[in-house]
């Protein structure tokens, strides 16, 4: 059978039977080792150079009655090794594969770049809240009083501050993960 890779969807594409939302799907057309692929990478083990290669979304359509499973054709959108769109209609990747540049690249960079910030201050702010709590559990009942307060004099900044809060009112890290994923670091005055 072998093994396929997976290219991730820049956007949900519907199934056009249930209407299910995908985010990826499999496929053999490049390297077949299990690889995850994302706009902006580099789609080596390929023969095409820029062009269009087809792939299926399978939908086994789960939500509906509908037994019979459906392949539904998905082109992704190669410039000079570059996987750089996965569009449902040919025409569409035939459009965009012509019109890209040089300063497309630049964007869907940038674009990649802020994505990569964002995600890494994301995994530090939550890595510096879980070292607070980790240092506080350990703590007796005295010690976790007067560690309150000595955090609530070392941490003036808003971010920084949620982590108390947490610990003061019981709130769920659950509730600590989603506020940090609300956040859009590339724009917040309070980072890390």
């Known amino acids: 059978m072998g093994m396929f890779d997976t290219v991730h969807f820049p956007r949900p594409i519907k199934c056009i039977v249930c209407g299910k939302e995908h985010t990826s799907t499999q496929t053999k057309s490049f390297e077949n080792c299990l690889v995850?692929?994302?706009?902006?990478?580099?789609?080596?083990?390929?023969?095409?150079?820029?062009?269009?290669?087809?792939?299926?979304?399978?939908?086994?359509?789960?939500?509906?009655?509908?037994?019979?499973?459906?392949k539904q054709k998905v082109y992704f959108v190669i410039w000079h090794k570059i996987l750089i769109d996965v569009i449902e209609e040919t025409v569409k990747a035939e459009e965009i594969l012509s019109k890209f540049g040089i300063g497309d690249l630049y964007f869907l960079y940038e674009n990649m770049h802020d994505k990569k910030t964002n995600f890494e201050r994301k995994y530090h702010t939550l890595l510096t809240y879980f070292k607070i709590l980790g240092n506080y559990i350990f703590l007796d009942k005295e010690q976790q009083k007067e560690f309150k307060n000595e955090k609530e004099k070392l941490f003036i900044s808003f971010s920084k501050k949620d982590i108390i809060n947490a610990l003061e009112n019981k709130e769920s890290f659950n509730n600590l993960i989603k506020k940090v994923e609300e956040q859009n670091f590339k724009k917040c005055q309070f980072c890390l």
């Open 36 to 70: 995850n692929y994302r706009v902006g990478d580099i789609v080596d083990e390929t023969e095409i150079i820029s062009g269009i290669v087809e792939g299926k979304i399978y939908c086994d359509h789960k939500e509906t009655k509908d037994s019979q499973s459906s």
